[in-house]
């Protein structure tokens, strides 16, 4: 289905040819932005707490149930203590905004895109670890004792940093337009907006591997607890499912409404997805052989971000526009 020449990814289609024939992406591809509702809709389920500021990105930690939430003018970092957003929140500047948050052996990891910054930060006191990334971070995560980074800028691709946090290689061939990176056993698998394609890499060695177009317009994902990646075409409105070492995509499933945040609860097994155009939230069960809907609520304006509460199945949705962060008991 994939195939490494000459160091180049070749990307495919569904296809049993033996021919290697290669589907390459259009030259120019536009990536995919969240919708606007054209309205506001339904009240929001739950409780909305509001925000000094709008959201950028959100995370869940449930080893210290921290709630982690990156706001906008101007950027920091708000840190909940204890799942509380009654409580007053740890503030942190940032240098600059944040996309996307991970987490990584209790290190919370904040990629500042605009300043080449990478910020490592213990949960819950908050210490924070600056790391200097050029090439324009905006995703990380780690593979054994190597942390990656999605590098945004034309010509870049991903930066491997070793356990001391210092440059061990960048690799650029083959890429276009990196938006995420996440772990795939000992591989890392690449995230390309500009190619809309998922590509295995090693970071040991810096060697690709299998590519596969990934949809119209692939912008964000997570893993789940089978190894899978689960994938968001917001173009296309679809939730692709994606099996590692080999790399094929297993399932593909409709869900209308220009989706784009995306979180898993590994004990409930159900993939959150915000549905941006509809201002909805939607809970799939995604452990069977194909997702089936179990929930769906209405959310705040503009529910770029998503995150989940595995041990109480709570659900947070972080409105962009100012609308504060939603939490809903399913």
């Given at each position: 289905?994939?195939?490494?020449?000459?160091?180049?990814?070749?990307?495919?289609?569904?296809?049993?040819?033996?021919?290697?024939?290669?589907?390459?992406?259009?030259?120019?591809?536009?990536?995919?932005?969240?919708?606007?509702?054209?309205?506001?809709?339904?009240?929001?389920?739950?409780?909305?707490?509001?925000?000094?500021?709008?959201?950028?990105?959100?995370?869940?930690?449930?080893?210290?149930?921290?709630?982690?939430?990156?706001?906008?003018?101007?950027?920091?970092?708000?840190?909940?203590?204890?799942?509380?957003?009654?409580?007053?929140?740890?503030?942190?500047?940032?240098?600059?905004?944040?996309?996307?948050?991970?987490?990584?052996?209790?290190?919370?990891?904040?990629?500042?895109?605009?300043?080449?910054?990478?910020?490592?930060?213990?949960?819950?006191?908050?210490?924070?670890?600056?790391?200097?990334?050029?090439?324009?971070?905006?995703?990380?995560?780690?593979?054994?004792?190597?942390?990656?980074?999605?590098?945004?800028?034309?010509?870049?691709?991903i930066a491997v940093l070793n356990a001391q946090g210092k440059l061990e290689r960048t690799i650029t061939q083959g890429f276009r337009g990196v938006s995420a990176v996440l772990p795939a056993g000992k591989k890392v698998?690449?995230?390309?907006?500009?190619?809309?394609?998922?590509?295995?890499?090693?970071?040991?060695?810096?060697?690709?591997?299998?590519?596969?177009?990934a949809g119209d317009a692939a912008t964000r994902a997570v893993t789940d607890r089978f190894g899978r990646i689960l994938l968001i075409d917001t173009r296309a409105g679809e939730l692709l499912a994606f099996s590692t070492?080999?790399?094929?995509?297993?399932?593909?499933?409709?869900?209308?409404?220009?989706?784009?945040?995306?979180?898993?609860?590994?004990?409930?097994?159900?993939?959150?997805?915000?549905?941006?155009?509809?201002?909805?939230?939607?809970?799939?069960?995604?452990?069977?052989?194909?997702?089936?809907?179990?929930?769906?609520?209405?959310?705040?304006?503009?529910?770029?971000?998503?995150?989940?509460?595995?041990?109480?199945?709570?659900?947070?949705?972080?409105?962009?526009?100012?609308?504060?962060?939603?939490?809903?008991?399913?």
């Amino acid at each position: 289905m994939a195939a490494l020449l000459t160091g180049t990814v070749l990307l495919t289609g569904c296809t049993t040819s033996q021919d290697n024939t290669t589907e390459q992406p259009p030259d120019e591809i536009v990536p995919a932005t969240p919708a606007t509702a054209p309205h506001r809709g339904a009240v929001p389920a739950g409780t909305v707490t509001p925000l000094p500021g709008k959201a950028t990105a959100l995370l869940h930690d449930e080893a210290t149930q921290t709630i982690a939430i990156a706001v906008s003018d101007p950027a920091r970092l708000l840190l909940y203590p204890d799942g509380n957003l009654a409580a007053t929140p740890r503030e942190l500047p940032l240098p600059g905004p944040v996309d996307q948050l991970s987490l990584v052996d209790g290190k919370l990891l904040a990629p500042v895109r605009a300043n080449g910054k990478l910020l490592r930060i213990t949960l819950p006191e908050g210490t924070v670890d600056t790391l200097d990334v050029t090439g324009g971070p905006l995703s990380a995560t780690q593979v054994g004792d190597r942390t990656i980074v999605a590098l945004r800028e034309p010509g870049q691709g991903i930066a491997v940093l070793n356990a001391q946090g210092k440059l061990e290689r960048t690799i650029t061939q083959g890429f276009r337009g990196v938006s995420a990176v996440l772990p795939a056993g000992k591989k890392v698998a690449v995230l390309d907006e500009l190619r809309t394609a998922l590509i295995e890499v090693d970071p040991a060695t810096g060697e690709l591997g299998a590519g596969l177009r990934a949809g119209d317009a692939a912008t964000r994902a997570v893993t789940d607890r089978f190894g899978r990646i689960l994938l968001i075409d917001t173009r296309a409105g679809e939730l692709l499912a994606f099996s590692t070492n080999p790399l094929i995509m297993r399932q593909r499933y409709p869900v209308p409404g220009a989706p784009y945040g995306i979180a898993y609860d590994r004990t409930r097994d159900l993939a959150w997805i915000t549905l941006t155009e509809r201002d909805e939230v939607v809970g799939y069960n995604v452990a069977t052989g194909s997702p089936e809907e179990k929930y769906r609520f209405a959310t705040v304006h503009q529910p770029n971000s998503v995150a989940v509460d595995p041990k109480s199945g709570r659900v947070l949705v972080a409105s962009a526009d100012g609308g504060g962060v939603q939490v809903v008991q399913p």
